[in-house]
T-cell receptor, first 110, second 113 residues
Framework: GEDVEQSLFLSVREGDSSVINCTYTDSSSTYLYWYKQEPGAGLQLLTYIFSNMDMKQDQRLTVLLNKKDKHLSLRIADTQTGDSAIYFCAEKEYGNKLVFGAGTILRVKS | DAGVIQSPRHEVTEMGQEVTLRCKPISGHDYLFWYRQTMMRGLELLIYFNNNVPIDDSGMPEDRFSAKMPNASFSTLKIQPSEPRDSAVYFC???????????FGSGTRLTVV
């Protein structure tokens, strides 16, 4: 199957911006997603972007897509302690199957 | 809507026993997915259904695992016999179109001793 890769860990100070990066390999992916997982909970869909878009903004979240480099990023502005969680990047494969990265642990220091 | 509902939240069982995990998707969602999450392997898709029909079960580890969806509002994942390596968090998710992202349940943490 295709691989989705993410860095393992990111630590930021409260109030700073966080940027979580992801690379994917399936150039035919039509949708790419960001999910958030808090301890003991399921994954929560944060946002998704269609492959014909370069950028999508939703309040404090900005998604950037570079199709040429197969690179996806999630920027969280004014990061808060409540943003501490694991963030997963996912790509939609053939059919309706989502393939997830291993997740990036975001730690926000107050 | 109550979201995707999974039961039980936690299950501890002895090796060799049968385990049944349950899922109620969001009403009106045509797609249902079963994922398994472990530290070593991350999130793995086991099987998914569209309109109650299994579409892709290539992720089911072996014959010990089986999944059913007898109607649009209920699915089960069964492991028989269970083994310690099956210990993981099992998530059910549902989706309206398949492209609009999934809504996940809270998961079932399975421990096989």
């Amino acid at each position: 199957g295709e691989d989705v890769e993410q860095s393992l860990f990111l630590s930021v100070r409260e109030g700073d911006s966080s940027v979580i990066n992801c690379t994917y390999t399936d150039s035919s992916s039509t949708y790419l997603y960001w999910y958030k997982q808090e301890p003991g909970a399921g994954l929560q869909l944060l946002t998704y972007i269609f492959s014909n878009m370069d950028m999508k903004q939703d309040q404090r979240l900005t998604v950037l897509l570079n199709k040429k480099d197969k690179h996806l990023s999630l920027r969280i502005a004014d990061t808060q302690t409540g943003d501490s969680a694991i963030y997963f990047c996912a790509e939609k494969e053939y059919g309706n199957k989502l393939v997830f990265g291993a997740g990036t642990i975001l730690r926000v220091k107050s | 809507d109550a979201g995707v509902i999974q039961s039980p939240r936690h299950e501890v069982t002895e090796m060799g026993q049968e385990v049944t995990l349950r899922c109620k998707p969001i009403s009106g969602h045509d797609y249902l997915f079963w994922y398994r999450q472990t530290m070593m392997r991350g999130l793995e898709l086991l099987i998914y259904f569209n309109n109650n029909v299994p579409i892709d079960d290539s992720g089911m580890p072996e014959d010990r695992f089986s999944a059913k969806m007898p109607n649009a509002s209920f699915s089960t994942l069964k492991i028989q016999p269970s083994e310690p390596r099956d210990s993981a968090v099992y998530f059910c998710a549902s989706s309206l179109t398949g492209s609009d992202g999934y809504t996940f349940g809270s998961g079932t943490r399975l421990t096989v001793v």
